[in-house]
C-alpha cells in the first residue's frame, strides 16, 4: 500500500519537475510516495509519460542507477542540433547489427546519441526511401529528440519537429545519383575497424 509523501523533492528531483528516463523519454515527476515492500518502506519517484499514456515508479535510490536524469541545458540542446547538420555515418555491417546500435542508442537517454541516429537516418526527398525499419527507428529517434528540445525550450512537439528538420536540411546536400556513393565513401573513410573505434571514442569523449 501506498500513500503520497508530503515532500516535493528528492536526490535532486522534485514533483512536477519534467525528466528524462531512457527507455521511454520525456516524463514528468506527478508524485513522491513511500510504499512497503517486504517490510520495508520505499520511497518512489511516480512518472507520468503522457505521450505513452503510461505512469512509472521508479525507486528514489536507484534513480541514478538507471540513468533518469534532468532534461537537457540550453546549451546542450544546440549541440545536439549541431550535430543533425552533420554528414550520416553509416557503418559497414549487417543492418541487423546496425539496428540493434540504433536502437540501443535511442534508449541510452543521451540526447548526443539519439541526435546521432535522427541524423544517420534522415532521408531528404531527393535522396532513396527509407526501408520500414529504417522508418520506424528514425521516427522513434525524431519523437525522443523532438519531446526533449520541446520540454527545454517549452514549445509544442511539432514546433520541435520542425526546428529539427530545419537544422538536417543545413546537413550536406545529396542527389538520388549520389547519395549511394558518398554513403560508401563515408564507410571507406572508416575503416579499418580501429579508426572507427577511434572516432567514434573521441566524438563521445567530446559529447
Given at each position: 500500500m501506498s500513500s503520497q509523501k508530503k515532500a516535493s523533492s528528492r536526490h535532486g528531483f522534485r514533483t512536477g519537475e519534467s525528466i528524462v528516463y531512457p527507455a521511454h523519454g520525456v516524463g514528468q515527476i506527478v508524485a513522491i510516495e513511500e510504499q512497503e515492500v517486504a517490510g520495508m518502506t520505499l520511497e518512489l519517484f511516480v512518472i507520468d509519460f503522457e505521450k505513452d499514456k503510461m505512469r512509472l515508479k521508479v525507486p528514489v535510490a536507484k534513480a541514478e542507477a538507471v540513468g533518469m536524469r534532468k532534461l537537457s541545458e540550453t546549451d546542450f540542446v544546440e549541440r545536439a542540433l549541431k550535430v543533425v547538420q552533420g554528414r550520416a555515418r553509416v557503418k559497414k555491417t549487417m543492418w541487423s547489427r546496425r539496428a540493434q546500435e540504433y536502437d540501443a542508442k535511442i534508449n541510452s537517454g543521451d540526447l548526443i546519441q539519439i541526435a546521432e541516429v535522427v541524423r544517420d537516418l534522415y532521408r531528404a526527398e531527393s535522396q532513396p526511401e527509407?526501408?520500414?525499419?529504417?522508418?520506424?527507428?528514425?521516427?522513434?529517434?525524431?519523437?525522443?529528440?523532438?519531446?526533449?528540445?520541446?520540454?527545454?525550450?517549452?514549445?509544442?512537439?511539432?514546433?520541435a519537429v520542425q526546428l529539427i528538420e530545419l537544422n538536417l536540411n543545413k546537413g550536406p546536400k545529396r542527389t538520388p545519383k549520389t547519395a549511394e556513393g558518398e554513403a560508401e565513401t563515408v564507410v571507406e573513410a572508416d575503416e579499418p575497424a580501429e579508426a572507427d573505434a577511434t572516432a567514434e571514442t573521441e566524438q563521445e569523449q567530446a559529447a
Open positions: 527509407q526501408s520500414y525499419s529504417e522508418r520506424q527507428l528514425y521516427e522513434a529517434a525524431l519523437g525522443r529528440m523532438a519531446r526533449e528540445l520541446a520540454a527545454v525550450n517549452e514549445v509544442s512537439d511539432t514546433e
